[in-house]
């Protein structure tokens, strides 16, 4: 798996660039995730809290937060607690606002947050979900590991992101759309010439299907599978913490 970073010409990290490529278009981003994605990712996320309602998960924590449309979202579950956390402070901001004019602060909460070291104890949470932000991550592997350390017994983690389609037409299609329209637009309207070049360079490059599965079981997730959502332009991965026998 190649690592792609946002800004070739920067010898920062990736995480620093992550961070700061997502605080430059914080302001526009909720704009251009509904309008690039034609209110798709609205449904996706319907199918991620599906899974949170048959999970029956009381306490979430939602990685990579953003601007806080999964958290927000997520209320539909029913559950007492939601946190969020981004290192994009940014997006942080702006989330913040949202969910205090939705009247919805007593509820979600949002703080500055590394998921590769997640400011949470051991067995916090029911569930853990992350829109589109796996593939954002320095370390994956370590990553999905502090997913899994802040999750409860029998707890669910849930990905949502980005694939490649296989099947033609929809993989030329696709290729189009993310090489030529979607840069085209986003330059336009965020004023940030590289965060629409990335977008389709991470997915490309990034761990799909089976072989994101195999990274999940890896650092001990049990009971994984995958689904495939709008003929293969995205995917829900799901994986479980299996509960510690006592001697």
């Known amino acids: ?40 990712d609205k449904g996706w996320r319907k199918k991620v809290v599906k899974i949170l309602i048959e999970h029956k998960a009381k306490r979430i924590l939602d990685v990579a937060t953003g601007t806080g449309d999964l958290a927000i979202a997520s209320l539909n579950a029913n559950p007492e607690r939601i ?32 998921a590769e070291n997640i400011p949470f104890e051991e067995q916090t949470f029911d569930a853990v979900t992350v829109a589109f932000g796996v593939r954002n991550f320095e370390n994956l592997d370590k990553g999905l590991g502090e997913m899994l350390r802040v999750l409860k017994a029998n707890g669910k983690t849930i990905i949502l992101e980005f694939t490649m389609p296989i099947t033609f037409p929809i993989k030329q299609l696709y290729k189009f759309y993310f090489k030529y329209i979607l840069p085209t637009l986003g330059k336009l309207v965020s004023k940030d010439d590289s965060a629409y070049t990335y977008l389709p360079e991470s997915v490309g490059a990034f761990a799909q299907r089976n072989e994101l ?17 709008s003929f293969g332009i995205a995917a829900i991965y799901v994986g479980s913490k299996k509960v510690s026998k006592v001697l």
Do not use: R, W
Request: net charge positive; aromatic share 10%; glycine share 6%.
């Open 1 to 40: 798996m190649q690592e792609v970073k946002p800004y070739l010409n920067l010898e920062s990290s990736k995480k620093e660039q992550v961070a700061s490529m997502f605080n430059n278009i914080a302001g526009k981003y909720d704009f251009l995730n509904h309008f690039l994605s034609m209110n798709i």
């Open 83 to 114: 946190d969020g956390i981004d290192i994009s402070e940014g997006m942080l901001a702006v989330g913040v606002e949202k969910i205090k004019k939705k009247k919805l602060d007593h509820q979600i909460f949002l703080k500055s947050g590394d």
């Open 213 to 229: 599965i195999a990274k999940m079981e890896k650092v001990g997730f049990t009971d994984c599978y995958y689904k495939s959502l």
